[in-house]
Each structure stands twice: as structure tokens, then as C-alpha cells.
């Protein structure tokens, strides 16, 4: 039964991505812990052609990926020297490198429904710094990372997501391995 709406937010994952040669690989799939939001939102270029007197003679939407607002409790170590290019000294030290380009990933998480979770996948990511807005007080405050999300090398395929009843195998392993569509062939 299909869902009628969705809510919450939980089962964070990241898959580090390795792109070489026009290849795209991911290595195993880990968790973060304290998701409370995320927004995605579509990025298009319109694209126009005006002809007979008519300005939408031809009209459509490039799709350009997605722009996403990741809230977390708190954006861990883990991530930001993995994909931001934080560094770690042998003193324990963590420091941003300004110099460092980020590193790809996968963002995998779930979403609930009234009839059944969903699982998804962004399969390539790009982040942001996150922000630091700590305030006086006991009160936690979420730190939110911007995410741009694009189409991996070798892929035409930028999301998906899966239902335990449509496909239960790949429902179960969602993080153990990230999940690639395969398109059937004539379709």
C-alpha cells in the first residue's frame, strides 16, 4: 500500500565516493547520528524557444540536481574530515583547512510514512562549512550544512529511494552498500 504522507527524518548515512576515470565507486556506508531536518530543493534551468509568434513554442526544464539543508544535532568529526577537508594533528587538534577542496559522498537516509519508511539515496554530494550559532543557555541548537547534489560520473541518476515492499533485498542492505539503479534495458 502506497503511502499517503511522509514525515520524520532518521537513519542518516554517508558513503565516501571515489570518482576516477569516469568511475564511480563508494566505499561502505557509515552513520550520523541526530538528524532533526533537511530540505531539498530542485535546481532547473528553464529553457525557452520562441517561434510562430508563440514565446513557449518550446519550453523545458534541465534537470540541474538539488540544494539541500542538512540539520543535524551536531555535524561530527567524522564528516568534516572526510568531506570537508578538516584536518586532525597528532595532538588531537581539528582545523579547517581553507585550502582543501571537499571530498563526494553518498547521503543516505529514511523517510517514515503512514503505511511504510522510505530509503533514499542522493548519490553525489557535495558540502558546505556548516554553521555555528551556539547560544547562552542549556537549549541545543541544530547545525545545518548546505549539500549540492549532482549525478555521479558514469550515471545519469542523481536520487533514489526504495519501499521494503517493493523490493525487500535492497530495502535490508540500504546501508550496508549503496544502492545503484539499474535501468532495464528498452526502457
Known amino acids: 500500500m502506497s503511502n499517503k504522507v511522509q514525515f520524520g527524518l532518521s537513519n542518516v548515512h554517508f558513503a565516501e565516493l571515489k570518482e576516477a576515470e569516469g568511475v564511480s565507486k563508494y566505499e561502505i556506508p557509515f552513520a550520523a547520528l ?3 531536518s533537511m530540505t531539498a530543493t530542485p535546481t532547473n534551468t528553464e529553457v525557452k524557444f520562441q517561434a510562430d509568434n ?4 518550446y519550453a523545458a526544464y534541465a534537470n540541474d540536481g538539488y540544494t539541500l539543508e542538512l540539520a543535524m ?8 574530515t572526510k568531506f570537508l577537508g578538516y584536518k586532525k594533528d597528532a595532538k588531537g587538534l581539528i582545523a579547517e583547512d581553507a585550502t582543501a577542496a571537499g571530498a563526494p559522498f ?5 523517510i517514515n510514512g503512514d503505511s511504510e519508511p522510505i530509503r ?5 554530494c557535495t558540502a558546505g562549512r556548516p554553521t555555528l550559532s551556539p547560544k547562552s543557555g542549556t537549549t541545543p541548537e541544530a ?7 549532482s549525478k555521479p560520473f558514469g550515471s545519469k541518476f542523481s536520487f533514489a529511494y526504495c519501499r521494503k515492499s517493493e523490493n525487500p533485498a535492497a530495502y535490508e542492505d540500504w ?3 549503496v544502492q545503484l539503479f539499474t535501468e532495464e534495458s528498452g526502457k
Do not use: M
Open 106 to 110: 553518498a547521503l543516505l537516509f529514511e
Open 34 to 36: 541526530g538528524a532533526v
Open 175 to 177: 546501508y550496508k552498500n
Open 120 to 124: 533514499c539515496a542522493y548519490y553525489r
Open 73 to 80: 544535532a551536531l555535524i561530527d568529526d567524522q564528516f568534516k
Open 54 to 57: 508563440n514565446p513557449n513554442y
Open 143 to 149: 547545525q545545518t550544512v548546505p549539500i549540492t547534489v
